[in-house]
C-alpha cells in the first residue's frame, strides 16, 4: 500500500506504547516481547470478512472494535490474561473518513482493555481485517473445552441472544409487529450487543481456577456448548464413558429485550442458537458452584446455570430441570473449529 | 465456511504436530505454547492478497509456501530461531483441487523449517492469506534495523533480483529479445526465486550474534536497505550525527540469470530495486567481516559486500569501492514498515 508509512504513523503508532523498556512494538522487521517467568504463551486468531461477518455498513469504529474483541474473547475462553494483538488490514483504499473511524475503535478497545498493538501488516484488497492476539497464562493453567465432568453444572455468562436480535435488526430483516415490540432501549441494546461484545476476560481470570472447561459464544449457546461436550467425551471415550447434558430453556438468562422477543415470536432460536454474543459458556463441579456464583458476583460479572452435564449422549433441551418433558433432543455435531 | 471441519482435519491438524506435552495447537479456543526460559518472543505478520501480491494464476503450492516463507524471513532477519506459525486463509470456495495443492505447499514448507501451524481461521471471502510467525531470541539479543554504524560493512546473502526477472517472466511482460538472452534453466532460477523465496534463517541465527543491523529485502535492495539508515540515524541524531551509505554495483551478487539480463539490457533496476528476494541485508563492523565471512562460508550461506556505511546523509550508487564517480544520490525517503 503506497502511503503504509502515513497511514501507520497516524493511526497505528500511538497504540504501540506501553511495551517494556526491553521490547519492541511496531517499526522493525517484527515485534519482540517477554514473556513472564513461568507463563504460557496462548495465541489467538480471528478474521472478519466484510460482507461475511459484519454487514457493509457497518461502522469502521464497531469493525475494529469487533475484530479485536472476538479474539479477546477467545483469549477469555482460555483464561488468559490479554497480552498484545497483532493486526493484518486489508482495504479497497485509503480513505481518510474510514480510517479514522477504524482507528478510534481499535484506540477504544486498546485502552479499555489495556492490549497495545505490536505489529502487523496493511495491503490493498477486499476489506477483511485479522487479527492475532496473545495472551499468557499461568504454565499448565490454560482452561480447556476439555474438561467437563459428569454433574457438572453448565452456565453461561451475561444474557444471550441479543447479538442476533440486533443483526436482525441491523439487516432491516424484522416485521413491524416485531419491530414494535420493541422499544429503541432495546435496539440499541442488541445493536450494542452485536457491534460493541465486551470479552469476558476478567470473568475467564476467575473461571480459570475454577471451571473445568470453557468456550466463547460466538456461534450460538448450543452449537459453543457442542464443543466442549465433543472434547470433553475425546477425553473419556477410552473409559467407554460418554456425555451428554441437559439445557433448561426457562433458565436461560435474558435481556428485558430478548424476553418481549420471545413473548411476542414464541420461539427461542436466539438465545439457543444465535451467535456473536461473546459470552462465556462453561462448566464447573457442582460442589464449587455456589462458591464461585459468589466471587462472579462479588468482582460483578453475571453467570447463570443453564444446564447440567448427563452421562447420556446428546443434548437435550428442557422447560426445566423438573421437567419430564423432552422440548428436543440434538445429537451432537461434527462441528468444529479451527 | 461451512465445511471448515473437514477442511480443517483433512488439511492442517497434521500441521499441529512436534509440540510438547502440556502445549495446544488446533482444537480449542487457542493454541498454548511455552515459551524457552531466557528468551523473548518474536512476532511477525504479513497477508498475501490474490492479484496483488501475487500473479492470480499462481499455483496454490506456491502460495502457501510464499505466504509462510515472507514470514519466516522477518524473523530471520531479526535473528530469531523459528517457533511456531498461524494461518488465517480466507477463500472464494471450498475447492478440493486448490486445497490440496495450498495444503502441498504448506506441509513443504513446515516440514522444511520445522515449524508447526498451531491454529488460525478460515473465512469465505476474496482470497487473502494471512500468517502470524513467532520466534524465539535470547533475552535482548533480537537483530534490530538499527545498529548501523559509521564504517559499517553492508552486505547481502545469496543472490538478488531475481524475483524480479520472475515476476517479469511470470506476468509475460518481456520482449522475445529478452526472453531470448535466457536459456530456460535461468527462467527456472527466476520463477523458483520468486514462487519458493528460502527464508535465511541458518543465516539469520549467525549474523544475530555478528551483525549491527539487519533486514530482509521484499522491497528491494535500496528501498529495504534504507530502513536500516532510517533506523539507524534515529539513534544518532541526539548527538547530531547522520549516516549514509556507498553501494557497489559491480559487487552485488548476481545470478547467471541476472547477469545476462543486465549485459542484455545494460539497466541495474532488478537487483537495485526489485522485492521478492528474501535475501538478508545487514552491516557488519568491518573488524569483524573476515571472521563472519568464514563462519557463514563453512556453513554453506554466500554473502557479499556490497557497500559501506559513510557519515554522509544519502545513498550513494558507485561502480566499485575505488571509483570517483557517482551513478546516482538517493536521499533517503520516507518509507517505513508496519
Given at each position: 500500500m503506497p502511503q503504509e508509512f502515513t497511514l501507520i504513523d497516524q493511526?497505528?503508532?500511538?497504540?504501540?506504547?506501553?511495551?517494556?523498556?526491553n521490547e519492541l512494538g511496531i517499526g522493525d522487521d517484527g515485534a519482540v516481547m517477554t514473556p513472564p517467568d513461568n507463563h504460557q504463551l496462548v495465541v489467538v486468531t480471528d478474521t472478519l470478512v466484510a460482507g461475511v461477518h459484519?454487514?457493509?455498513?457497518?461502522a469502521p469504529a464497531d469493525i475494529a472494535w469487533k475484530a479485536v474483541a472476538v479474539n479477546l474473547s477467545d483469549l477469555a475462553a482460555m483464561g488468559a490474561k490479554p497480552g498484545f494483538i497483532s493486526l493484518a488490514l486489508t482495504l479497497p483504499e485509503n480513505e481518510q473518513a474510514w480510517l479514522n473511524g477504524f482507528a478510534k475503535g481499535l484506540t477504544d478497545i486498546c485502552h479499555h482493555y489495556q492490549v497495545p498493538l505490536i505489529g502487523g501488516d496493511t495491503t490493498k484488497g477486499p476489506l477483511t481485517i485479522t487479527v492475532t492476539a496473545h495472551g499468557w497464562v499461568e504454565r499448565g493453567g490454560a482452561l480447556y473445552r476439555s474438561g467437563a465432568q459428569v454433574g457438572d453444572i453448565i452456565a453461561v455468562s451475561g444474557v444471550i441472544g441479543d447479538a442476533g436480535l440486533g443483526l436482525k435488526f441491523a439487516l432491516n430483516t424484522l416485521t413491524k409487529s416485531q419491530q414494535a415490540c420493541l422499544n429503541s432501549e432495546d435496539i440499541q441494546f442488541c445493536l450494542d450487543a452485536l457491534n460493541r461484545p465486551n470479552p469476558q476476560l476478567g470473568l475467564g481470570r476467575l473461571l480459570q481456577?475454577?471451571?473445568t472447561s470453557a468456550i466463547d459464544i460466538s456461534d450460538g449457546l448450543l452449537a459453543d456448548f457442542t464443543h466442549i461436550l465433543e472434547q470433553s467425551i475425546k477425553h473419556l471415550e477410552r473409559q467407554g464413558l460418554t456425555l451428554g447434558a441437559e439445557i433448561y430453556l426457562e433458565s436461560l438468562p435474558l435481556s428485558p429485550a430478548m424476553q418481549k422477543w420471545i413473548q411476542h415470536t414464541?420461539?427461542?432460536?436466539?438465545?439457543l442458537s444465535a451467535g456473536d454474543d461473546y459470552q462465556l459458556c462453561f462448566t464447573v463441579r457442582p460442589e464449587h458452584w455456589i462458591n464461585l456464583h459468589k466471587l462472579a458476583k462479588a468482582q460483578g460479572f453475571k453467570i447463570t446455570q443453564v444446564g447440567r452435564i448427563t452421562g447420556q449422549a446428546g443434548v437435550v433441551v428442557k422447560a426445566?430441570?423438573?421437567?419430564?418433558?423432552?422440548?428436543t433432543n440434538l445429537l451432537t455435531s461434527g462441528y468444529q473449529h479451527f
Open positions: 493511526y497505528f503508532l500511538p497504540l504501540s506504547k506501553g511495551l517494556l523498556p459484519f454487514p457493509l455498513d457497518t481456577s475454577h471451571a414464541n420461539e427461542w432460536t436466539l438465545p426445566n430441570a423438573d421437567s419430564e418433558d423432552v422440548i
